[in-house]
C-alpha cells in the first residue's frame, strides 16, 4: 500500500511557526489529524494532543505515541465530543467543516492558540480540494475571528510547497497580543 503524500510530510511550517506559542504542557487539539504529523510532532514539544479523525486506520499509526490520544469521530455527522473540554491549543490543517467553527473557537481557554491553514477559492485550478464547499473565500479566517480573538499572523495566497495550492493560514490567541509571549525562548 501507498503511503498518502500528507501522511509523508513533515509537521506544517505555519503550525512549526507557532506551535511554541501553545502553554507548556498545554492540552491541544488536532482536528481531522489524519495520520498525526501534528499530534506527534506538538506532542513531541510536550503538549497533551486530543488527535481526532474519522479514519480509524490513520489513527492507528498514533497508537503508543507518548502525550497522544485518539477518538475516531465523523464531526460532519455526529455532534462535538469535547462539549465539557477546553483546549490551550487548536490545530486544523486540510480540513474544512464550516459548522465546527464556533464551537472550535468557544473550545479554546483564555491565552489559547488557534492554528489553523487549510485550502482557499483559487486552489481547484491545481486539483483537489476543487469543490467550493472546501474552500475558504477571500479573507473567511479573518471574519471567523473577528472580535473574539486576537490575530497574531494572516496569510492568503499561493504556495508552491508541499504542492501547488492556494491556501489561508490564521494564527490568533484568545485574549489581547500584548500578553501573548512570541518568542519561543521562554
Not at 492568503?156 to 490568533?172: D, H, N, S, T
Request: aromatic content about 8%; charged content about 20%; hydrophobic content about 45%.
Amino acid at each position: 500500500m501507498q503511503v498518502p503524500l500528507h501522511a509523508q510530510l513533515e509537521p506544517s511550517a505555519w503550525v512549526r511557526r507557532f506551535a511554541h506559542l501553545i502553554a507548556p504542557g498545554g492540552a491541544v487539539l488536532d482536528l481531522a489529524c489524519g495520520r498525526g504529523r501534528h499530534a506527534r510532532f506538538l506532542a513531541g514539544l510536550g503538549c497533551l494532543v486530543d488527535a481526532l479523525d474519522r479514519d480509524r486506520d490513520a489513527l492507528a499509526t498514533l497508537e503508543g505515541v507518548p502525550g497522544v490520544r485518539t477518538r475516531c469521530v465523523d464531526l460532519e455527522a455526529t455532534p462535538w465530543p469535547f462539549v465539557a473540554e477546553r483546549f490551550d491549543g487548536i490545530v486544523v490543517t486540510n480540513y474544512l467543516h464550516r459548522p465546527l467553527v464556533s464551537v472550535l473557537l468557544q473550545a479554546l481557554r483564555p491565552g489559547g492558540i488557534f492554528i489553523y491553514e487549510t485550502f482557499a477559492v483559487g486552489n481547484e485550478r491545481f486539483g483537489r480540494p476543487s469543490n467550493p464547499e472546501f474552500l475558504l473565500h477571500p479573507g473567511e479566517l479573518l471574519q471567523w475571528v473577528d472580535g473574539r480573538l486576537q490575530v497574531l499572523a494572516f496569510e492568503q495566497g499561493m504556495i508552491e510547497r508541499p504542492k501547488p495550492a492556494v491556501i489561508q493560514r490564521i494564527c490568533a490567541v484568545n485574549r489581547g497580543v500584548e500578553s501573548c509571549r512570541l518568542d519561543s525562548s521562554g
